[in-house]
């Protein structure tokens, strides 16, 4: 599989999606935690989908409707999504610190 270009902006992404690979993550809590815009985060979520490492899916409408707001739409990492995110962002940032690494494993993970 062809993963999607490690751009700065992905890794940051990928980075927010790997402090906890199972709870999904809602766009807006996405963009808030990468410091990037909307309009700049949901292309790359739409590349990291293509690539086969999240998957998307609608808050239930019974969830939402009494708190005044849109449904949210929630990423989560595919079966192999974590192991792949976590392996491209260590070599990305491996590339760009000279060969160390900042992402360390969580225990358990």
């Known amino acids: 599989m062809t993963g999607p270009r490690m751009t700065p902006q992905t890794v940051a992404v990928l980075r927010v999606l ?7 993550r809602y766009g807006l809590d996405i963009a808030r935690q990468s410091g990037l815009k909307t309009g700049t985060l ?9 690539a086969g490492l999240i998957e998307s899916f609608w808050e239930d409408a ?14 989560r990492f ?3 999504g974590a ?15 000279g060969g160390h690494s900042a992402l360390r494993p969580r225990p358990g993970h």
Do not use: M, S
Request: charged share 25%; glycine share 4%.
């Open 62 to 75: 019974a969830n939402h409707e009494d708190q005044g707001r849109p449904r949210r739409r929630y990423y």
């Open 78 to 80: 595919t079966g192999h």
């Open 42 to 50: 949901h292309p790359i979520l739409n590349r990291l989908q293509q």
């Open 18 to 24: 790997l402090e906890d690979p199972t709870v999904p």
């Open 83 to 97: 192991a792949t995110a976590y392996q491209a962002v260590t070599r990305a940032e491996t590339t760009t610190t």
